[in-house]
């Protein structure tokens, strides 16, 4: 069966001091599985990683898991995926990962989630693809970040239309179904009738 949606979720391998960003990486999990949508993720079974793929597949959702041999090497990965995709090079698996989805949501995370946060938006902005990109920004997680951003606009490195390119809220059911409505998926989802 043809998922409704296929949304790429970037997020921690750690779970974070804060137990609120593990329970938002489960809602995540769990309102893509039923809403009919599968999961598309870095393949981890560990921290924010392994919450959001655990709480999908509970939910009866399908999810891919795309990884890096060298990380399977240090048994990082996810064995209880509906797909398991080792792949050679983090290239290789960002490349997979983009192709696949219709929209990009970046929860919580370190450096990982970051590069490849910014990489799509880069994309985005690059007119490399055409998705939505959203940013959980919950307990206010990215509002360091999202400061810094705003003074790359006023000190002319960004137009404020790059800034909108990005999706950002505080609640990942509000952020999900925002990003859903924009990939133009609603009806599939069901959300025109919310």
Known sequence: MTPAFRLCVYCGSRPGADPAWAEQAA??????????????????????????????????????????QALVDKEFAHRGCSELHIVQTMHERK???????????????????????????????????????????????????????QQ????????PWQMDLVQIDQTAQTLLKSLVQAAGLSRAVGLDQI
């Open 152 to 159: 790359t606009v006023s000190s002319g490195f960004m137009g």
């Open 27 to 68: 809602i995540v999990g769990h309102w893509i599985a039923s809403h009919g949508g599968e999961l598309i993720y870095g393949g981890g079974h560990n921290g924010l990683m392994g919450i959001v793929a655990d709480a999908a597949l509970q939910a009866g959702g399908r999810v891919v898991g795309i990884i890096p």
């Open 95 to 149: 490349r997979m990962m983009a192709e696949r989805c219709d929209a990009f949501l970046a929860l919580p995370g370190g450096i990982g989630t970051l590069e490849e946060f910014f990489e799509v938006w880069t994309w985005r902005q690059l007119g490399y693809h055409d998705k939505p990109i959203g940013l959980l920004n919950h307990r206010g997680y990215y509002d360091g970040l999202l400061q810094f951003l």
